[in-house]
């Protein structure tokens, strides 16, 4: 047994290698995603329980494209979910496959559904259809055309496939039972009619398999030992045994659910994400804000940060809703020991050391304090510096411990400082402080005896970098949004932009991601061109304060 074998999931696959109950084969999963957006955070945890559980067995997994529907499907979402799969660490190379590999196959098999009076040709409309499916409670309507005969239903399916019919004519469904207390059993829909150009076999096919029957049969097809599928899809189990229990296919897989992810402060469903992005929520799919793959990744988050995350959260079959809290932390975590410190200033205030003379000097600091292999960098100090606004009170409240009036504080890796003057504009704004700085305070070799409460960053005012700060933030402002409309739930602090400026070393450093000292941990944004922006990735602690309506 693995160590790795602590869920149901696992524990099962174990159990079949020591019953040999899969005859000497490999363990094979898939991981099956419908190309019709990008991956989110919740498909996170299908990749890495799919293509982990078969790693940690010797086994390999199939990318399966279930490119079934050409109306909402697109050649972009392909090339993204590859990327974001590849990203998370997972290699497909020789096992990326696509529904539409099989169009040829899976017609053949509803052929021979027809003729074995297993399956007939509808004419009802899609309302039609759903009005007649009855209820939980009542059963529902057989259609008038399932007593179609053999000969009709093979000629009609037949003329679907040739084209002759537009969208919506006809159908191909099973014939099962309209009685079943499982709605998916009442003669479920196998084929449709889409008159649309699809983007990988063009104009080649009008008629398209739903999921429920494609899937099952890929799975058989390419020896699928454990098919894994979320919760949702527990009531379609008997559905897809029975196809595979009435077509000519020598291998039926085992269907296994386990419980999806739901995640507080954002929304997973492809629908409300498509609306987020075609509606100008957000600045696109890769924007920072959203749960997916691709934005996370723009946001600086690690695959390391999303693999620990999917691990404590588990396998299970009970549906949950996890909090923020805990993938922040994950990623906190992940970038504590791997992220260079650096000293960013995202409000600045100007000080101005009155009695510091010369052109300046070269200081040097530690990238990381405790990982020394990240080496150190050169700070260069003068006359004129930046500190963060927020670090300076004209009024301190109690246990304020950084710059006031008459106050001192450490700069980090420089000296100790003392507030002399505060300078205010006609509006009473503070817009500089004059400040007196000890020589003997040198950081590593201070002989001042002086004893400050505080230390806070700083930027050299001519020789730091200017540098645009986003300052991203959960994108809802309520743990469960979408109950009602999504503009009204949306944070509009999701996103501050500050202009700022960060240490030149920062600026010319092949690390793209920092900690910024004492303000969170930021990302260079690839996507900025020339320009040098930072991604707020996460605060240093949790500092979310809930929507209290």
């Known amino acids: 047994m693995t160590e790795e ?15 040999d109950t899969l005859g000497g084969s490999l363990v094979v999963t898939r991981f099956p995603p419908e190309p019709n957006g990008y991956l989110h955070i919740g498909h996170a945890k299908s990749i890495c329980l799919n293509f982990g559980v078969a790693r940690e067995y010797g086994g390999y997994t199939y990318l399966r494209f279930d490119d079934t529907n050409p109306l909402k499907e697109d050649q972009e979402y392909v090339e993204a979910i590859k990327e974001d799969v590849r990203w998370l660490g997972f290699d497909f190379e020789g096992h990326e496959t696509h529904a539409s590999d099989y169009f040829e196959q899976l017609y053949k098999f509803a052929v021979e559904l027809v003729e074995e009076g297993k399956a007939y040709v509808c004419s009802l409309s899609g309302e039609e259809i759903r009005a007649s499916r009855g209820t939980l409670t009542e059963p529902g309507r057989e259609s008038p055309y399932r007593k179609r ?25 099973a014939k099962i039972d309209m009685t079943s207390p499982n709605l998916n059993m009442r003669d479920p829909v196998l084929y449709r009619i889409r008159h649309a150009t699809h983007q990988r076999t063009a104009d080649d096919w009008v008629i398209y398999p739903m999921y429920d029957f494609t899937h099952c049969i890929c799975d058989a097809l390419e020896g699928i030992t454990h098919s894994l599928c979320t919760l949702e899809f527990e009531d379609h189990r008997p559905l897809y045994d029975w196809v595979l ?88 975590q992940d970038l504590e020991s791997n992220a260079p410190r650096g000293m960013g200033v995202v409000d600045p205030l100007k000080i101005t050391i009155v009695n510091y003379a010369g052109d300046g000097e070269l200081l040097v600091g530690p990238w990381h304090q405790q990982n020394v292999d990240l080496g150190t960098r050169e700070l260069p100090f003068g006359a004129e510096l930046y500190i963060e606004r927020d670090d300076f009170a004209e009024v301190p409240p109690k246990k304020f411990k950084r710059l006031s009036p008459g106050q001192m504080v450490r700069l980090r890796y420089a000296y100790i400082i ?24 040198r950081s590593g070799s201070d002989t001042s005896g002086l004893k400050p409460k505080g230390v806070i960053h700083w930027a050299h005012a001519q020789r730091s970098v200017a540098a645009e700060m986003r300052l991203y933030d959960r994108l809802f402002r309520v743990p469960q949004p979408g109950a009602g409309t999504l503009a009204d739930d949306l944070n509009p602090d999701s996103l501050r932009v500050a202009r700022g400026f960060v240490e030149p070393a920062v600026a010319a450093s092949e690390h793209s991601r920092f900690q910024f000292e004492r303000t969170g941990y930021f990302c260079k944004d690839a996507q900025s061109g020339d320009a040098l922006v930072f991604n707020r990735t996460v605060t240093l602690r949790d500092s979310w304060k809930p929507d209290r309506g």
Not at 247 to 266: A, K
Not at 279 to 308: C, F, K, N, Q, S
Not at 316 to 327: G, R
Not at 425 to 439: A, H, I, M, T, W
């Open 418 to 441: 003392r507030c002399d003057e505060v300078i205010t504009d006609e509006d009473g704004e503070v817009v500089e402080l004059r400040c007196s700085y000890f020589p003997d305070s």
């Open 5 to 19: 074998a602590n869920d149901f999931i696992r524990q099962r696959i174990q159990r079949d290698l020591d019953e």
């Open 245 to 332: 229990d009435n077509i000519n296919v020598n291998f039926h897989p085992p269907q296994i659910e386990f419980s999806r992810l739901g995640l507080e402060y954002t929304v997973m469903s492809k629908r409300l994400l498509h609306t987020l992005v075609e509606d100008g929520y957000v600045a696109g799919w890769d924007d920072p804000r959203m749960p997916t793959l691709a934005g996370l990744r723009r946001r600086g988050v690690t695959p390391g940060a999303i693999a620990e995350f999917c691990r404590r959260i588990g396998v299970t079959k009970q549906d949950n809703t996890v909090e923020m809290n805990l993938l922040e932390f994950c990623i906190r």
């Open 149 to 173: 005969g053999v000969a009709e239903n093979l000629d009609l399916f037949a003329r679907m496939r040739a084209g002759e019919f537009g969208d919506g004519r006809h159908v191909l469904r």
